[in-house]
């Protein structure tokens, strides 16, 4: 009989304080546009919607932020993390520390025939694994004084 309690069991919703667990729970948000509400002692404070830029753990340097521009993930600015799937399949972080919570969901992609998806981008099919942009000069930009004639102007 071992004295370690078996790891812990999770289907679609839970309450994780682990730093380990909470990194990987909230792995799915990098790199997306989520939604934000931010409550302190159940009072709504702000709320917005911003891009997920980073998510760390064990880097007790690195604070956690949230602007429209750009959000930081810290694991361990927070005492756990409470998930539930939504009807609609979608997942909905809630980030608690003290009495304060950060409410997170992925923002909504609406067509007008179809209900909100979660935001995704998908190569198709055959495609090779990268996408390749192009870069133009701003409109009326001089380009270094080429008069297109070959030649110097007199």
């Known amino acids: 009989m071992t004295l370690e309690p078996p790891a812990k069991f ?3 919703s839970g309450l994780v304080s682990s730093p380990t667990d909470i990194h990987h729970l909230l792995r799915p948000l990098l790199k997306q546009t989520v939604t934000y509400r931010y409550h302190r002692a159940g009072t709504l404070v702000t709320q917005g919607t911003g891009w997920v830029e980073r998510l760390v753990a ?4 690195a604070s956690t932020y949230f602007t429209p521009l750009s959000i930081c993930i810290n ?3 927070f005492e756990h993390l409470e998930f539930e799937t939504r009807p609609d399949q979608l997942i ?4 608690v520390q003290g009495d ?3 409410v997170l969901e992925f923002a909504p992609v609406t067509r007008p025939e ?6 995704s981008f998908k190569f198709p099919a055959g495609s090779p694994d990268y996408v390749q942009m192009e870069l133009s000069a701003l409109e009326g930009a001089d380009t270094a004084g ?5 030649g110097a102007r007199g």
């Open 10 to 12: 999770f289907v679609n």
């Open 58 to 61: 064990g880097e007790p340097a």
């Open 75 to 77: 694991v361990d600015s």
């Open 92 to 95: 909905t972080y809630t980030l």
């Open 100 to 102: 304060e919570r950060v």
């Open 114 to 119: 179809d209900a909100p998806v979660q935001e």
């Open 146 to 150: 080429d008069t297109g004639e070959g």
